[in-house]
């Protein structure tokens, strides 16, 4: 009697105690998004065989660990243009990534601290850009780009990541909350021109939002597929994603030599490394609250 007496109130305990189902709920989440990137680690470490016929299943190290010789066939075949692909991600993820925050710091700062004619118009055309789908206009984009004679370069894929119509909302909304205009005011007061006032005053307090825009942008950048994918034909050109893609294709369609997965699943883990870098390095800028008291009503 005691001992059903001691599971109810166990019960009654965890029902009472609402951090628990958080908990739970939490380290379920972790597993979910955590064990596809396990999976990752593991398969990268494999053979091509290794993958298939593993000795200890799919979701364990297999009995040879190969994941150094992966890496030095990464860098030789195809004469090593896994590495120029991975090059070519880089000039995009960031030049691409620092284009479109500086657009959209310009432009929601704009839109948050200026009054000029046609203001809403504006910001109102920039909501309805957040609900078109990015891959709705790749054809547009490609048929643009060929009327220009841009396709198959570098700026088919760098012009059309500058414009970021999130990243000028998130600014806005930022500026407009967390940016006081009587900072703004006491600037232009002492003497300050517009572009001082810009990077002294407001470019600081700014710095959470820009941080998170230019994660968004260089990550969006780095994952861009459907638009290279459209509008590159040169194997030179292609970033990452395109490139594994093609070797996909390859490995599906093509003879027992041609069976590259063990480099799919390496070369994909590598990809991964650059991006989770950005964010462990990042986050110490993605802090919060750094107006809090500055203006005392």
Not at 74 to 83: A, C, K, M, N, R
Not at 104 to 116: L, Q
Not at 229 to 252: A, E, K, Y
Request: charged letters at 10%.
């Amino acid at each position: 009697m005691s001992v059903q007496r001691q599971r109810v109130d166990r019960v009654n305990q965890v029902k009472g105690n609402p951090r628990v189902f958080t908990y739970v709920v939490l380290i379920l989440c972790c597993v979910y998004f955590l064990l596809p990137v396990w999976w990752l680690v593991v398969a990268s470490t494999k053979t091509n065989g290794g993958l298939f016929n593993g000795a200890h299943g799919s979701m364990w190290f297999d009995s040879t660990f190969a994941l150094w010789d992966n890496l030095r066939q990464l860098g030789t075949y195809q004469d090593g243009i896994y590495w120029r692909w991975i090059l070519n991600s880089f000039m995009y993820a960031l030049v691409g990534g620092l284009g479109s925050t500086v657009v959209s710091v310009m432009a929601g700062y704009g839109f948050a601290k200026y009054r000029f004619r046609g203001k809403r118009l504006y910001f109102n055309i920039v909501l309805g850009a957040l609900m078109i789908p990015a891959t709705a206009l790749v054809i547009p984009t490609f048929l643009l780009m060929s009327r220009v004679n841009m396709t198959d370069t570098y700026w088919a894929v760098l012009l059309p990541l500058l414009l970021n119509p999130f990243g000028v909302y998130l600014m806005r909304v930022y500026c407009s909350e967390s940016l006081p205009d009587e900072m703004i005011e006491a600037a232009r007061v002492d003497g300050a021109g517009e572009f001082r006032t810009f990077l002294t005053v407001s470019l600081p307090i700014m710095t959470p939002a820009i941080t998170t825009v230019l994660l968004l942008s260089v990550v969006g950048a780095w994952n861009n597929f459907f638009l290279p994918s459209v509008v590159l034909t040169n194997p030179n050109l292609f970033p990452i994603t395109v490139g594994l893609s093609q070797w996909q294709v390859r490995s599906s369609a093509g003879s027992a030599s041609e069976q590259i997965w063990n480099l799919l699943t390496s070369g994909a883990f590598v990809s991964v490394i650059p991006m989770l870098l950005a964010f462990i390095f990042l986050q110490r800028y993605w802090v919060g609250g750094l107006t809090a008291g500055s203006v005392k009503a």
